[in-house]
Nanobody
Framework: QVQLVESGGGLVQAGGSLRLSCAASGGTFSSYAMGWFRQAPGKERAFVAVISKSGGSTYYAGSLKGRFTVSRDNAKNTVYLQMNSLKPEDTAVYYC???????????????????WGQGTQVTVSS
């Protein structure tokens, strides 16, 4: 059983930056591909980014590539999401998730992930 705890959310002005962290415990962190998702009020949870078990491969939602960067530190059991040039439409609860990833395919569906954090709120003011 993997436990995930996100941190780093908050209130930021449009154009600003935030770095989210997700600390994992209770499992072998390097055995999991790690994804980030977000859920805005009244909307479904949406894929943001994913990083492979080793950190060597990443994949982003098309509209976010170039502004968001996912990374991981397997020695610290932590995955990060660097968010730059934030816009009001980025306002959402951000979740990290772990995929057992028996293969090498990076996945973007909510149902592909086995463990979830509780989420951290990001609010971008205009």
């Amino acid at each position: 059983q993997v436990q995930l705890v996100e941190s780093g959310g908050g209130l930021v002005q449009a154009g600003g930056s935030l770095r989210l962290s997700c600390a994992a415990s209770g499992g072998t962190f390097s055995s999991y591909a790690m994804g980030w998702f977000r859920q805005a009020p009244g909307k479904e949870r949406a894929f943001v980014a994913v990083i492979s078990k080793s950190g060597g491969s990443t994949y982003y939602a098309g509209s976010l590539k170039g502004r968001f960067t996912v990374s991981r530190d397997n020695a610290k059991n932590t995955v990060y999401l660097q968010m730059n040039s934030l816009k009001p439409e980025d306002t959402a609860v951000y979740y990290c998730a772990a995929d057992r990833a028996y293969g090498s395919t990076l996945k973007g569906r909510v149902t592909d992930y086995d463990y979830w954090g509780q989420g951290t709120q990001v609010t971008v003011s205009s």
